[in-house]
């Protein structure tokens, strides 16, 4: 069994991604982390109590991240510091931030995706040959729609579709961002040539299949030697 603990256990992700993992044999909940001065510090959260204290990853075995850039920083120093398995969701981090996670997965096995669907991942292994494919007779654009409250933009899986197909192309690939209502993720692809359109478009209809991603990716990274992974290598199966 996998001792999990999970930061910002209080928000949205955080607390979805607790809840799916009280229901799953594979895991035994030990740690359920939120920022110091949150007013829920202290009080039950399923068989824990909420705890504002980083140090108690020494007691886990993977530890799940979907919190916010400054968070994330310190929570990474922690895993590193206690060689910890990390999976991390979180995005909009700096340059600075992403040299860290590449540095602390020197010494520790760290799972980092922008996004951690299924679908979402097979859409960044196809749209290169999609691509290739076409050809430069086709102008490509990325629009994406999240709920009013994301803070970056455009998104970072955007932000991966864009460093995908600008390999593959060689071309500026602009993208487009909307931030209205409750929506929960929503990315198209276009491709347009002089007499045709291709839209090929990902809807998130809910924060459970980032969740189930997240999971599935703590039970792969669970004892895997250090180094960065992507959910590529989650979804391959590679040992």
Known sequence: ???LGVAGVCGKMGRRIFELASG???FELTLALEKKGTPVIGKDIGKLKISSSPDGIFLIDVFIDFTAAEASESNIDYAAKYRKALVLGTTGLSDVQLRKVEEVSKVV??????NMSVGVNVLFSILPEIARKLGPDYNVEIVEAHHHSKKDAPSGTAKKLVSILE???GKKIPAHSIRLGDIV????IVFCG?????EIKHQAHSRDLFALGALKAAKWVFGKPPGLYSMQDVLSGRS
């Open 1 to 3: 069994m996998i001792k």
């Open 24 to 26: 799953d044999k594979n």
């Open 109 to 114: 096995p760290v799972v980092f995706s922008p």
């Open 167 to 169: 390999e593959a192309t």
């Open 185 to 188: 993720g929503d990315h198209t």
């Open 194 to 198: 002089n007499s045709e359109r291709i």
